[in-house]
């Protein structure tokens, strides 16, 4: 029987069905002998095209005039095969063999690039591996939407293991030898560096190589033989995995192509969840490629007698069929179902079963309904309590300690009407751990509700978290809780509402404007911040480290008072400890390198984020920017080169700041920056100490008088280097570097 999946792979009528081995369905089509298009889609779209190279045998498909080999085509996916395997491999006294290990493919960095056409990366099918027992590798992702606006998504996991006996076949975890990262949504620039922290000098006797592989997650098995061949082989057995692509026809929404019929008869328009698009798939029981006239036709199921889904008479219908027995046989003729058998003595059989269901069903449905309904209702929000974490909330804040006790339980219908169902224009704030909305509560208080993502043991642990971190602190500047809903299917939690945006959008979103942020509101705003991270790590119960600062989670109130939030990542640190081993957590461009490269979180791990801030509210430059110059890519590192004289940081800092501000306090206050960004912790100041520090410049600002120095001069400078990035032309072979200064 002809299934509605291969019927799809129809070619548009007088162009080539195949290329090979590989069908070649409308909307996708081959160029013709002149290189034109008119065997696909035309929609101004680059990617439909195929070229059909004829010079192997049989002949290979690849997408538009690349070199990405076509494997399948699908009604949702496009397989191709990857070439590209990132690597790096060391002499036995760590010198690197060369920034090629092999051939054209191979290098220590892999990237992608889809953009202006319509492929996006599978985010459920594709994985990133990193293999090696000294390797570090990062990505970076971009999604650039119909509207031109650009996402960018950042990750990292680490690889590593001692000797021989902890790498673990077949299995890939991060500490046996192999990690692997899941791919974003949407994303249709992908870029990936390899690194290693030693150069293999520990483990060069069993492992000299890291390499990292962008490639279906079903195709790549990580094998401990892998260390033993060499990187030629390794390469040249990898580099032919699978990668599989999302499409979808360009840049509509089915709203929008519906006007244009698009979709033919007898089918549907679907709204890609990955892609800026559509697709078209027939309606059940009909057949045919829904993008070619006259569009889908109905499917006769009964077609192949040896194989349709009755097992009695089959009758086609349109769109679907029906199954009937013979004459004097009963059942209901379906494969699936009863099928046929001979009549037989089971009337009085059926007839008392018959009735005594119906007495049954008379008698006790009604009792069964209201006491099964209530007990499913009671079970459903005890099931609900236990999953979002209420046992584990109960045990880690006692009432005594004035926490879960004392904090307001809302019902899930309150919430609901605060946002309107959850509305998608009441959303503040998307991140790793959950959805932010804004709510009107019936007293008309607005507040922020944090939704929770579903079905996530490891979000729900970090909901726990900050609900036991936030029942511990109480100051100011600290983003505060008013309660909590543990009785829906994913746990809610509710803060006061704090209006005026983050300050990352106020120092990096308004550039073509003026900025609010006077000299002595940027002191002020610093002073809030460090002073509310001094107390979380001395005033606080507990010391606890926020392990995220960043300019993103401090939020401005209606008067621009810094509110520190987010504390999902924080961790309590024993009166009885200084440190705590935990898996490395945070932001890149914040991220203390000591803790990174040793998993030891401090309160000096906070201390230098802050040192980061600093510098932001200095140069208003963000922390980690692709669009800058290689060696001016990380702040941190860039801030404190060009503290070596009065010149270089003149050249860095912003205008308005060197405007408003005395140059001894603006010095001043970045010589604090540049020892909260000390790469040793024990050269860092504390949060006590550089609150002191800041108090000290306040005071001095607010009694200086109007005249100060001028400044050095500086030479002219380019702070941004220029990219392919900038042009919007990723080539396959873009090199960018994904982090700070790691060993090369």
Known sequence: MVTAASSFMQAKPGCPAKCGNVSIPYPFGIFDAAGGEGCSINRGWIGYG????????????????????????????????????????????????GETISNNYSSNEISYSLERSPFTFSYTKNRLFAIGCDTITTFQGYVVDRNKKETKYEGMCTSSCGSKEEIVERSCSERHGCCELTIPKRINWFGANVFTL?????????????????????????????????????????SNLSLVLNWAIGNKTCEEAQKDLACKENSNCINSDNNEGYRCTCYEGYEGNPYLSPGCQDMNECADQNNNPCKGICTNTIGSYSCSCPEGSLGDGRKDGRGCYTRKSVLLTVSLGIGLGLLFLIVGGSWLYFFITRREQMKLKAKFFKQNGGLLLQQNVPSDEGGVESTKIYTAKELEIATNNYDKSRVLGEGGYGTVYKGILSDNREVAIKKSKIFDQTQIEQFINEVVILTRINHRNVVKLLGCCLETEVPLLVYEYVSSGTLYEHIHCSRSELSFISWKNRLRIATETADAIAYLHSAASTPIVHRDIKSANILLDENYTAKVSDFGASRLIPLDQTQLT?????????????????????????????????????TAEKPLSFE????????????????????DIVRILEAQVLREGKFEDILACAEIAKRCLALKSEERPTMKQVVAELEDLRRSTSNEKNTKPTPPVPQPTDLYGVSDFDSGQFSSNTSTLLYMNLPR
């Open 50 to 97: 195929i070229t059909c190279n004829t010079s192997f045998d049989p002949p290979k498909p690849f997408l538009g005039k690349g070199s990405l080999q076509v494997l399948s085509i699908s009604e949702s996916e496009i397989r191709v095969r990857n070439k590209q395997v990132a690597g790096r491999c060391f002499t036995e006294s760590g010198v690197l063999v």
């Open 198 to 238: 030693n150069n293999h000098t520990k483990v060069w006797s069993f492992n000299n190589c890291s390499y990292a592989i962008l490639a279906e997650q079903d195709q790549y098995m990580f094998r401990a033989s892998d260390f033993l061949l060499p990187s030629t082989d390794f390469i040249a057995k990898e």
């Open 582 to 618: 935990t898996l490395v957590q945070g932001t890149l461009g914040y991220l203390d390198p000591e803790y990174f490269f040793t998993s030891q979180l401090t309160e000096k791990s906070d201390v230098y984020s802050f040192g980061v801030i600093l510098a932001e509210l200095l």
């Open 628 to 647: 800058r110059s290689e060696e001016q890519r990380n702040l941190a590192t860039y801030f404190i080169l060009s503290m070596a004289t009065k010149t």
